[in-house]
Nanobody, 117 residues
Framework: VQLQASGGGLVQAGGSLTLSCTSSGGSSINAIGWYRQVPEKEREIIATITRSGSIHYADSVKGRFTISRDSAKNVVYLQMTSLKPDDTAVYYC?????????????WGQGTLVTVSS
């Protein structure tokens, strides 16, 4: 299972970005999570989409971020709006289903999002 996160960049506060998580080797309907991490802090989960399509958000991004899936392309997106400087982080995606099945974590490489004030 391999994942690749992309779409990060520099954006002004209030702006928008859309991240993509492209997966290969896993089912197109696997549960996928988006996480983010800032230096010296633990990686935090911010959005998940399950195999059944259920969606969950961390309170910190609820109402501003939207997770969605294109099963045909095996891509999970994270649309981020109303970005704040506190959203600055390296964003990662994880194949949660495969991680549970195989007993090891499958992460994409991170993509850096920088929100300027």
């Amino acid at each position: 299972v391999q994942l690749q996160a992309s779409g990060g960049g520099l954006v002004q506060a209030g702006g928008s970005l859309t991240l993509s998580c492209t997966s290969s080797g896993g089912s197109s309907i696997n549960a996928i999570g988006w996480y983010r991490q800032v230096p010296e802090k633990e990686r935090e989960i911010i959005a998940t989409i399950t195999r059944s399509g259920s969606i969950h958000y961390a309170d910190s991004v609820k109402g501003r971020f939207t997770i969605s899936r294109d099963s045909a392309k095996n891509v999970v997106y994270l649309q981020m709006t109303s970005l704040k400087p506190d959203d600055t982080a390296v964003y990662y995606c994880k194949d949660i289903t495969s991680s549970l099945v195989y007993g090891r974590d499958f992460w994409g490489q991170g993509t850096l999002v920088t929100v300027s004030s």
